[in-house]
């Protein structure tokens, strides 16, 4: 079995992310986006039968999807929530194109929003990482990244600039994407290095700013794609992999899931890396872009480094990667940070990346993840005509 | 008790042993009578082999750092102070999380060290380790 040309996103919905949340409620964001996303495909309300969903962190609950759709006022003949952190949004994408292949739906809406609320960060809510690892200040994700970054330098040589030259072009595409919250001025490498130190090595501009904000794709079965507005984005192959929930028990702080993830991805769709116009890999920290280039099959291992400093990762480059501006320059609003990634993927293929657009953009892979680097989606989408 | 304000350990029944140990100032690490892999944290069933006999050994104390990241501005407001944290691999084979009680420039990924325990409370006493 195969999910390759099983479904296409034919809509998207995307708020720009605010700093303040001021009057917003999940729920209202969700609604918004939702109306957006389904007003972008051309189709109706009632043509939406699927629902996936991750749950915002400011309004959490049980029975949540089902409970979100009334809200939406929608009847869905496939409904869940997704819960694989970051990589929730990359993984609804396949999980409605399988639903859609069994013949349980026809179009899906995967919808994301949040609140900036996080500030304060409680204690992990998973009582082993709340025995083990809170009472010695492994709290939030900033912690485990520093670690892998500080152990990719030590066996590969990474350095500081490498990691920083991520953040700059990536900056340089959000300066083009009018949704980013970071897109008034560029950055330099000695801007980035000159940032405050957070959690050695990482610097405050190679760490994602949490936002308030939100956003929706419809997946649709191919008969249903015919009759949408936008030339639609193609899931040509998927991949899913998780190996650990804390970092601290990961088998290796530099060799990822993505790996196996990005494998299954490449194969399902019978492509080669040569043929990827534009990469979106997940991009909660500087250091996450270069392992997952490295796992992804982008470059050798250890190699993430050299391999940003000589390529253009711009969207005019030789290596577009996260021509949105990533979640870095985009903003964090919850599981939307995540969504993207998957987003700009199909933008790009639709033509619709406007001052941005990648020429001639045909295959994108995304990467969404999880966690620190645990839970891993990898998708190549399409563009077809 | 009332002077300190990081979150503590709640032991479970599984793990109480590993805790209790720790107030003796001792490192018990659970070990399958099965495969004889060493496990941590404590589970109850072996989580490479699934068999549910799992005792109660005491290990070296010693390994070696991971890696480590000094926290210079924390996601928790209980936590203001930098502090190293770092992922500590056992002599044993299972990797920790945990601090290094040492000063932050002194700490170096593969250094060794030694268990350290930290009586934070009378009742808690939390796992560090500190240069070899």
């Known amino acids: ?385 | 008790m009332s002077e300190y304000h990081k979150p503590l350990p709640k032991p479970s029944i599984t793990s109480r042993p590993y805790w209790e140990a720790a107030r003796k100032h001792e490192l018990r690490l659970q070990r399958c009578e099965a495969c004889k892999a060493f496990v941590y944290y404590p589970r109850d069933r072996c989580p490479h082999c699934f068999s549910d006999r799992l005792s109660w050994e005491p290990v070296s104390g010693r390994g070696k750092v991971y890696s480590y990241t000094i926290v210079r501005r924390a996601s928790t407001r209980s936590f203001m102070e930098p502090y190293v944290l770092a992922i500590v691999e056992l002599d044993e084979g299972p990797h920790l999380t945990t601090n290094i009680v040492a000063a932050p420039e002194q700490v170096k990924i593969g250094m060794p060290v030694r268990v350290h325990f930290d009586d934070v409370t009378p009742e808690h006493t939390l796992v560090k380790f500190a240069p070899a």
């Open chain 1, 1 to 385: 079995m195969s999910l390759k040309g099983a479904a296409a996103i034919v809509g998207i919905g995307e708020l720009k992310p605010t700093k303040e949340p001021g009057n917003a409620t999940a729920l209202g964001l969700m609604a918004k986006v939702t109306a957006e996303a389904i007003a972008d495909s051309g189709l109706e309300k009632r043509d939406i039968d699927g629902f996936f969903c991750g749950m915002a962190f400011a309004d959490p609950g049980a029975l949540y999807p089902a409970s979100v759709a009334e809200v939406l006022g929608i009847n869905p003949r496939t409904l869940n929530q997704v819960d694989i952190g970051g990589a929730s949004p990359a993984g609804m994408v396949w999980r409605a194109a399988s639903a859609i292949q069994s013949g349980m739906c026809s179009a899906v809406l995967c919808l994301v929003a949040d609140l900036n609320r996080m500030g304060d960060q409680r204690v992990p809510v998973i009582s082993t990482q709340r025995e083990f690892e809170a009472p010695y200040g492994n709290i939030g994700a900033n912690c485990g990244y520093a670690m892998i970054a500080n152990r990719h330098m030590y066996e590969y040589g990474t350095t500081a600039r490498q990691m920083a030259k991520v953040a700059v072009d990536q900056r340089a595409n959000a300066l083009k994407n009018p949704l980013a919250t970071f897109n008034d001025k560029p950055l330099t490498i000695d801007d980035v290095l000159a940032s405050r130190m957070i959690v050695d090595p990482l610097h405050l501009y190679e760490i994602v700013s949490p936002c308030t904000g939100g956003s929706a794709l419809i997946v649709a079965s191919p008969e249903v794609a015919k009759r949408t507005k936008h030339p639609p984005a193609w899931l040509l192959g998927a991949g899913e992999y998780s190996n650990h929930a804390s970092i601290t028990y990961a088998p290796s702080l530099t060799d990822s899931p993505v790996k196996p993830a990005a494998e299954n991805a490449f194969k399902m769709a019978g492509v080669a890396h040569k043929d990827i116009d534009l990469v979106c890999p997940y991009d909660c920290y500087t250091i996450t872009v270069l392992v997952t280039l490295e796992d992804a099959g982008f470059c050798k291992k250890g190699q993430g480094g050299p391999f940003a400093a000589e390529h253009d990762l711009t969207y005019a480059g030789d290596f577009p990667c996260n021509t949105h501006g990533g979640q870095l320059s985009f903003g964090q609003p919850g599981l939307g940070g995540g969504m993207s990634h998957v987003t700009e993927a199909a933008r790009q293929l639709m033509g619709r990346g406007g001052e941005r657009q990648v020429k001639n953009a045909r295959l994108a892979y995304v990467n969404g993840n999880g966690g620190i680097m645990s839970e891993q989606v990898s998708l190549i989408l399409e563009r077809r005509s």
